[in-house]
């Protein structure tokens, strides 16, 4: 039997979330948006879960932000989901995320294609398991031609390694005398890192009250407004992401000038 007052509510919800979106659109709304997806883990401790039901729900949550985050005009969504010292984790953990991508996107390609999401991933292809790498490349292939959202995967992504590796290309390529050094500048070498078709991120969420960057887009982030929140990334709603980019467009970004 349809419960009548959980159907009135939800209803009830849905109105004032769209009359939210329709107010903040009114202001200049973050371009690019990078969250570090926290507090899994702990989520799933306080109701005696095994971790991986945490990252199951973490994942839930991943189709609402990025659902709104399209509907509110963000061009770029970059969300940390594995990071090169997440190798860490014990093995059955690490199965697991390895395997979320192709669960994500089993169960959500097809609204993500309708609502033209472009899938995109950053990070070392090489050391993730082929069945991993291959879910994100279809997804990618099968939404390439949407202009919607992009939606930035960073799996197996570290910073310091990503600037190392652009520091290595950017020697070879003066020696072999495709790059002049007295050309190198901060839009050059940004062109070799792994963000390079992307703008810098305008708003930073954390999740799960750690504040701290995690090895997480160090050289992108130079600019970026950061906002922390002690809310476990598996509660993490619409309204948090909605109260993040209001807080935004509250700051003043002034890059150094007055
Ligand atoms: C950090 O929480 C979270 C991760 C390392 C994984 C994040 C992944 C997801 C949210 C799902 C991603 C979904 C897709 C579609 C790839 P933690 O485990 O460190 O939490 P804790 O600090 O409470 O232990």
Redesign the pocket.
């Known amino acids: 039997m349809l419960d009548k007052r959980k159907f009135w509510k939800k209803q009830d919800e849905s109105y004032e979330l769209q009359d939210q979106i329709i107010s903040i659109k009114k202001q200049p709304v973050p371009s690019h948006i990078a969250i ?10 306080k109701r005696a879960l095994p ?1 991986i039901a ?6 839930k ?3 609402k932000i990025t659902k709104l985050a399209n509907e509110l005009g963000v061009k770029t969504l970059t ?5 090169t010292e ?1 190798w860490k ?1 014990p093995k059955m ?1 690490v199965d697991y ?1 390895m395997k ?2 192709e ?3 089993g169960s ?1 390609l097809p609204e993500l294609i309708e609502e033209n999401v472009r899938v995109e991933m950053m990070g070392y292809r090489d050391s993730l398991p082929s069945h991993t790498v291959n879910a994100v490349e279809k997804a990618m292939r099968d939404t390439q031609n949407n202009n919607g959202l992009v939606l930035n ?1 960073a ?1 197996n992504y570290g910073s310091r390694s990503e600037i190392l590796d652009a520091v290595k290309s950017v020697l070879n390529d003066c020696k072999s005398g495709i790059l002049n050094e007295n050309e190198l500048n901060e839009e050059v070498f940004s062109s070799y890192l792994m963000t390079s078709k992307h703008e810098d991120p305008d708003l930073l969420i954390r999740t ?1 009250g ?1 504040i701290r960057l995690s090895n997480f887009m160090l050289w992108q982030l130079a600019y970026t407004e950061f906002w922390f929140t002690e809310v ?3 509660d993490f709603s619409e309204k948090h992401l909605i109260e993040a980019v209001r807080e935004f467009q509250n700051r003043q970004r002034r890059f150094g000038g007055v």
């Open positions: 570090i997806m926290d507090g899994n883990g702990r989520w799933a401790k971790r945490g990252h199951h729900e973490g994942m949550v991943v189709r969300l940390y989901a594995f990071s997440n984790r953990e995320l979320l991508p669960e994500f996107l959500f995967f799996l799960s750690e476990l990334w598996p």
